[in-house]
């Protein structure tokens, strides 16, 4: 092992000569009758009794073939839903076993969501998700007026194809209606990929999708989800009724100045947050 590094036994939770990123590799299967990867793991506790449920019906989207990509879009899309909040250790025994999938494919998950800056190795720790700093915040709404406000730019003559945007407002209202405040952030993620979506970009959608994840580790902060999401609810409705009318220099104006004072309020709670700690 390079710089004579222990690693912690994962099972044991006791130091060990392995190193967390130099076990022995394990045989990697093209999947049982039923189309689960012979894991390595024991069942293990760790996760609450929801969380793992839900990640074990997750199992039914890595079908018979189960790659790292498809494992860290599951773990991708729950860390933007909010079931893995800043700060959590993932438990390769616990997340891989309710998966049902091996510990190598696991791993490679988890360096993906690491590149993406969604998770975080901690030597001898494990793999966390991450806390995100004030200035990634501030980076996070540079790239998105870059990617949002450029997608509206560029619409080109109506009408617009707004269906999805359409779709996403009328969840999150829908969502305001129940009180289902999570429900409500999801939609509001939703519409803005939507709108990025108009640009028809499989790339920038892409980008999207990995940027809104990380910028829902920072929605924890609001103490008062309704007061924070309900605005926003109206303006998601104003800028689809304009892009409906066919004016997009006005929806990106619409857009430009939302991002403006989400940013800042966003910042401001954050701020406040982190001084605390």
Request: aromatic share 6%; glycine share 8%.
């Amino acid at each position: 092992m390079a710089n004579g590094a222990k690693g912690v036994n994962r099972r044991s939770g006791e130091p060990s000569d392995e190193s967390p990123d130099e076990s022995p590799e394990m045989p990697e299967s093209p999947g049982t009758a039923g189309g689960v990867e012979p894991t390595g793991y024991a069942p293990a506790p760790g996760l609450a009794p929801g969380l793992a449920a839900g990640l074990e019906a997750d199992r039914a989207l890595l079908g018979r073939t189960s790659t790292a990509e498809r494992v860290a879009d599951i773990l991708r899309d729950r860390i933007a839903e909010g079931f893995f909040p800043p700060g959590t250790r993932l438990s390769e025994d616990s997340v891989g076993g309710a998966l049902g999938v091996s510990r190598n494919t696991l791993r490679e998950a988890f360096r993906l969501l690491t590149h993406e800056r969604l998770l975080v190795h901690e030597l001898n720790r494990g793999v966390f998700v991450r806390v995100v700093t004030v200035d990634d915040l501030n980076d996070i709404y540079r790239v998105r007026r870059l990617v949002e406000c450029a997608a509206v730019r560029g619409l080109g003559e109506p009408p617009y194809e707004v269906r999805a945007v359409e779709a996403a407002v009328l969840a999150g209202e829908r969502a305001a209606r129940d009180r289902a405040w999570e429900d409500l952030s999801t939609a509001n993620i939703r519409f803005h990929q939507a709108i990025v979506s108009l640009a028809g970009s499989p790339r920038a959608d892409e980008l999207m999708r990995a940027v809104l994840a990380e910028l829902r580790l920072v929605f924890h902060v609001m103490a008062d989800p309704r007061r924070f999401y309900a605005p926003y609810l109206v303006r998601n409705r104003q800028i689809l009724e304009v892009l409906q009318s066919g004016d997009a220099v006005e929806a990106e104006r619409l857009l430009a100045s939302y991002l403006d004072d989400s940013q800042g309020q966003l910042a401001d709670a954050y701020r406040r947050k982190m001084s605390r700690r």
